[in-house]
């Protein structure tokens, strides 16, 4: 079977100043426009594969294999999808370009390149369930065929300036409106006496970061 692509619903919870970021690559059970969907398990071979190898699927700009933007520093699949922390190469003039594209939000799109070891198609539904893949790479892509395979959130914990920066991210974070107005007006509430409001903003940060890691 030959090599193809997939885009993918994915979701970035964080990139942080030095180019780390983390995230899905793979949400389970998405069908893509091309009426594939992957399911959970598929990538758990190959993955293992690389991990026997010690090696890790590619990283790279618009499936271009002479453009890799950095490395992936850990892969694994959860009942989501594939959850996905990677390293961009900000020292290179593509992994800074797109550092900065996906926090402008102009790249929002991700796919990811694969072989189809396992699969199944339904002639009534016309879709096609991928079982089993061999992962070669991961794209950020400008169109991803898929219009809701985007990029969520590109903004860094650690880039909160302000309590208004904090209710923000509390809410990219999984909290209601009225949940995050709530801890927001809490927290300020506790840090009256730190003029500048720091004490409250990294009160916010750890939060942010506990609620992050409750839903990983």
């Not at 219009?147 to 650690?158: H, Y």
């Not at 949940?179 to 300020?188: G, L």
Request: contains cysteine.
């Amino acid at each position: 079977m030959g090599r193809k692509s997939l885009d993918c619903r994915f979701e970035v919870k964080s990139i942080g100043a030095d180019g780390t970021f983390e995230g899905y690559g793979s949400v389970f059970g998405v069908k893509d426009s091309y009426n594939d969907i992957v399911v959970k398990g598929a990538f758990a071979e190959s993955l293992a594969n690389h991990t026997k190898s010690g090696t890790m699927p590619a990283l790279l700009w618009q499936h271009n294999s002479d453009e890799p933007i950095g490395v992936y520093t850990e892969m694994r699949e959860d009942d989501r999808g594939l959850h996905v922390k990677g390293q961009l190469a900000l020292k290179t003039q593509r992994g800074a370009e797109a550092y900065e594209l996906l926090k402008m939000k102009a790249i929002s799109g991700m796919s990811i390149g694969f072989v189809t070891e396992e699969e199944k198609f339904d002639k009534a539904t016309g879709i096609n369930t991928l079982s089993k893949l061999t992962l070669w790479e991961t794209s950020l892509v400008t169109f991803p065929a898929n219009s809701s395979a985007r990029v969520s959130a590109v903004k860094s914990i650690e880039e909160m300036k302000n309590l208004g920066d904090a209710e923000n991210r509390l809410r990219d974070a999984g909290f209601s409106r009225s949940e995050a107005t709530a801890f927001v007006s809490r927290v300020k509430r506790l840090g009256q006496g730190d003029p500048d409001g720091d004490n409250a903003v990294k009160a916010l940060i750890e939060a942010v970061k506990r609620r992050n890691e409750a839903l990983m």
